[in-house]
């Protein structure tokens, strides 16, 4: 199984000031077909998770601009430009390039200080 | 607009069985895999399997193999997910969400197993 790993577990952030946090795959992501299959998801406190980034880069619909994932490989990235208060919440990557098991990462709890 | 609306909460005792239903809406319901995750208190995300709506085929975790049961009525636009045997651990928010990058969610259905 591919085992995913972010860091930070927990990242206090300043309202206003950036936040990034870290996946790294124990193998490339990078499909046969040529995409890589690296999501990124929100779970707010008490909410279900709602998907943000899919395959690397691409923002959903409706999520501010204010968020970016980038990277590639086994190495990927999330970044908050400007943190507000509603960003509040655990992060989690996930892989679904080599299956089964789709797979998560442990997840990165965002707090304001 | 895409909605998956799932099924209340459910208490159950050890070794009984849950069946879990998701229904969507908003979209053409066998043109997307439906895939289950759980959430157990305080902890992360943990990818169950999923159900190809169109066939009826069916993928799995290995954990879950043999326990857990992945079907759907087209009719009427429903996935179904069944945990038997269930366990202490088993007690967890479980999750129906649509497509291979889960891009829409259903609210979560609180299982709790206890005696």
């Known amino acids: 199984d591919v085992v995913m790993t972010q860091s930070p577990l927990s990242l206090p952030v300043t309202l206003g000031q950036p936040a990034s946090i870290s996946c790294r795959s124990s193998?490339?992501?990078?499909?046969?077909?040529?995409?890589?299959?690296l999501h990124w998801f929100q779970q707010r406190p008490g909410q279900s998770p709602r998907r943000l980034i899919y395959?690397?880069?691409n923002r959903d619909s409706g999520v501010p601009d204010r968020f970016s994932g980038s990277g590639s490989g086994t190495d990927f990235t999330l970044k908050i430009s400007r943190v507000e208060a509603e960003d509040v919440g655990v992060y989690y990557c996930?892989?679904?390039?080599?299956?089964?098991?789709?797979?998560f990462g442990q997840g990165t709890k965002v707090e304001i200080k | 607009q895409v909605q998956l609306v799932q099924s209340g909460a459910e208490v159950k005792k050890p070794g009984a069985s849950v069946k879990v239903s998701c229904k969507a809406s908003?979209?053409?319901?066998?043109?997307?895999?439906m895939h289950w995750v759980r959430q157990a208190p305080g902890q992360g995300l943990e990818w169950m399997g999923w159900?190809?709506?169109?066939?009826?085929?069916?993928n799995f975790a290995q954990k879950f193999q043999g326990r857990v049961t992945m079907t759907r009525d087209t009719s009427i636009s429903t996935a179904y997910m069944e945990v038997r045997g269930l366990r202490s651990d088993d007690t967890a928010v479980y999750y129906c969400?649509?497509?291979?990058?889960?891009?829409?969610w259903g609210q979560g259905t609180l299982v709790t197993v206890s005696s």
């Open positions: 193998q490339s992501l990078v499909h046969s077909d040529g995409n890589t299959y």
């Open positions: 996930m892989q679904s390039t080599h299956w089964p098991p789709w797979t």
């Open positions: 159900i190809n709506p169109n066939t009826g085929d069916t």
């Open positions: 395959k690397v880069s």
């Open positions: 908003g979209y053409t319901f066998t043109d997307y895999y």
């Open positions: 969400a649509r497509d291979d990058s889960l891009d829409y």
